[in-house]
């Protein structure tokens, strides 16, 4: 039997941006949260930008679930039974009218998406109230920062192990997913960063310089994990999977993914930050690099999923 045929899903353009978010606010959050702790006086604005878009990015995850869902109560449904029992299914955990299925990407991702963004709040409000004279507020954020840096790494990762997890012929043997969307969270979360320090004429050259290396360093490895997502899923030997990978690296989606995802969202900022963009992180290099990695961080999802939907079976 072909990999494919026992269950499917489909994946929206909303689902595609409530990923890429996802991915955003995840690896914002975290770079902010290793920034505070590494120090929290020189790379305050670094900090401060990275909690801010976190918050901003994950606003409208829970909204485009729901519109996808297409009736509210479903989303709730991940999160509550109106029926508590042991058996829901296995190794859950129910407390009250809340259950939680540690082993399944979908129960999974609905809590930490509840968690992240309880976090992302927290952490914001704390930073805007410690730029208005409440200082006794730092370690508050610290352990906010610590906690909710934990469940951004779930939410940038956790959607390429929630593809894996389905029986799409692309998907199935994709075991590099969760690698791969867990880089592209840090590179676009880096480069979300980056972007508005720019635009807004904050943060030092340092901190600057030292946030676009951090982007390139999560570049080189959204490269590797897609090479190796390429090579393991070929080796499979499948002829709905070969198809499948056909479509995406020579079929109709070739052109977003060698010119969109891999030529305009890798190597070209590579190339520029190699040039000199991580030296001189002059504003407008800066600018142009973090939205090439943006719309190619978007593009190398949107790309896998479409093309992962073309071949059923």
Known sequence: MEPGLLKSADWPLLIDLYFFLGGVAGGAFVIATVASLLDPHRYRDLTRVGYYVALLAIIPGPILLTVDLGIPSRFLHMLM?????????????????????????MSAGAWALVLFSACAFLAALLTFLEDRGNPRLGPARVIIGIVGGVFGFFIAAYPGV????????LFISAHWLGALFLAVGAATGGAAIALILSLL?????????????ITAFALILELVFLALFVVS????GSRGIREALAQLLIGSDAIFFWGGAVGLGLVIPLLLQVGGAIRKATPGMTALVSVLVLVGGFLVKYVIIVAGQRVLS
């Not at 929630?162 to 012929?169: G, I, M, S």
């Not at 904050?202 to 290396?213: C, Q, V, Y």
């Open 81 to 105: 039974v109106s029926k508590p029992t042991t058996a829901i299914g296995m190794y859950a955990i129910t407390v009250g009218p809340f259950h939680l299925k540690p082993f399944s990407p």
């Open 162 to 169: 929630l593809l894996d997890a389905t029986a799409r012929p």
């Open 201 to 213: 004429g904050g943060g030092t050259a340092d901190s600057l310089s030292r946030l676009m290396k």
């Open 233 to 236: 899923v070929s080796a499979t």
